[in-house]
């Protein structure tokens, strides 16, 4: 098939998910075109299969806001039209959606081709951002608009039940991983210099907004140092790095706690890792967490919206109420005093992760889009 995707290009896991999944679709060869403003950060490979198509948005003076939902609706109808395309799946509501919408209503007016468009709802398009009575409307009207919708977990499509009036099916299609990619053998010489007396390695990964409670991973690692030796990794950036690594400072942790900002190689830095922290407000699902998980490092998360569709309490590792970082703390201190449950529940978390491996997702996808095949 030939396939449209359009995703945010950044660091966030929806853009990491869309870009995970059109190289799967590219490997399984379908063509695969992404049509996003900038080049996908995990867009990293050559495939023949796999096409590039980027918005551009012209500046004028008049404009304050660049009319990007325009720009990107127009590149839609240029690439449907030219490579004709099957379908165009979108990612993330906010403005995927109703652009969408807005190109099938083009081609339509234009050929009289009617172009599927599938929306899959992320998280905060619908937790957050949607819910904002600034988008509400045109948000609920595009997911409705949309020739199927799909969920990243059970959470997310009862939250978008709830607080939206959905006129069809919600389909849920989680999120997955590539455990091939993930599952790779720690490098010694990288741990050496991590974790150079052998400490325990933390590690939390996200863009660093206020909905990651990214305190919360200071003051549960603030306690277990107290109690063992450890190290923790802050991978990614956003708008709460600069006051945590302030906090860092005042409690005398910066020999212990490293910023490494944005990295590629996730799967080298969870190797040598043993605990994830994912304190956050709210995840629909957790994708982070369960790249983690591939890589057997144990989770000890909140239980809040999807994470438990994952992480499962005791077993791959621990759940606690959002801000209870006393309850997470002493989790982590527990199970890092005990190298055989360790051990135990790293090899559990792996194989709650090969439940979610792309090799099982993928074809759920295929499956979807076939129901939109043309039959010419
Ligand atoms: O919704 C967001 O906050 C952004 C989005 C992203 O692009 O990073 O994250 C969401 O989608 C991910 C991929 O499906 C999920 O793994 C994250 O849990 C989810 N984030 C939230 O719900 C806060």
Redesign the pocket.
């Known amino acids: 098939m030939r396939i449209g995707i359009v995703c ?1 290009p950044t660091f ?4 990491v ?1 869309a870009t995970e999944l059109g190289k799967a679709l590219a490997d399984k060869n379908h063509q695969v075109h992404f049509i996003t403003y900038q080049q996908p950060v995990r867009l990293n490979i050559f495939n023949a299969n796999i096409f590039y198509h980027e918005v551009q948005v012209p500046v004028y003076p008049l404009f304050d806001y660049p009319p990007y939902e325009i720009a990107l609706s127009s590149t839609m109808v240029d690439v449907i039209m030219n490579y004709d395309l099957d379908l165009l799946h979108v990612h ?1 509501a906010i403005p995927h959606a109703s652009a969408a919408f807005m190109a099938k209503q083009i081609v339509f007016k234009n050929t009289g081709r009617n172009v599927p468009v599938i929306t899959t709802l ?4 619908i ?1 957050l951002v949607g819910r904002d009575k600034t988008y509400e409307p045109v948000v609920t009207f595009s997911i409705n608009e949309s020739d199927a919708i799909t969920a ?1 977990s059970e959470n997310l499509k009862s939250e978008t039940l709830k607080h939206f009036n959905i006129s069809k099916t919600i389909e849920v299609i989680t ?1 997955f991983v590539s455990i091939e990619r993930f599952s790779k053998k720690p490098i010694d010489a990288f741990k050496k210099v991590i974790a150079p007396n052998n400490e325990k390695v933390f590690v939390h990964a996200s ?1 660093f907004r206020k ?1 990651k409670r990214v305190d919360d991973v200071v003051k549960i690692f603030a306690e277990v140092r107290k109690k063992i030796p450890a190290k923790l990794l802050m991978v990614g950036d956003g708008p709460e790095r600069p006051p945590i690594e302030e906090e860092v400072r005042t409690l005398n942790l910066e020999n212990d706690v490293r910023f490494v900002g944005k990295q590629d190689q996730m799967e080298e830095i969870l190797a040598v890792s043993d605990v994830f922290l994912l304190p ?1 407000e ?6 982070a967490a369960l790249e983690a998980m591939a890589a057997k490092t144990i989770v000890i998360s909140t239980n809040a ?1 999807g994470l438990p569709e994952i992480n499962i309490h005791n077993q791959t590792g621990f759940l606690a109420n959002v801000g209870d970082v006393t309850t997470m703390a002493n989790d982590a201190i527990k199970i890092l005093q005990d190298d055989k449950k360790l051990k135990q529940m790293k090899e559990a978390a792996y194989e709650q992760a090969c439940k979610f491996d792309l090799h099982n997702i993928i074809p759920l996808y295929e499956k979807l889009y076939s129901r939109f095949c043309r039959m010419s």
């Open positions: 945010y966030g896991g929806s853009g998910l993330y992320h998280g905060t398009d937790t990243v999120n863009n909905v956050s709210y995840e629909s699902f957790g994708l919206g």
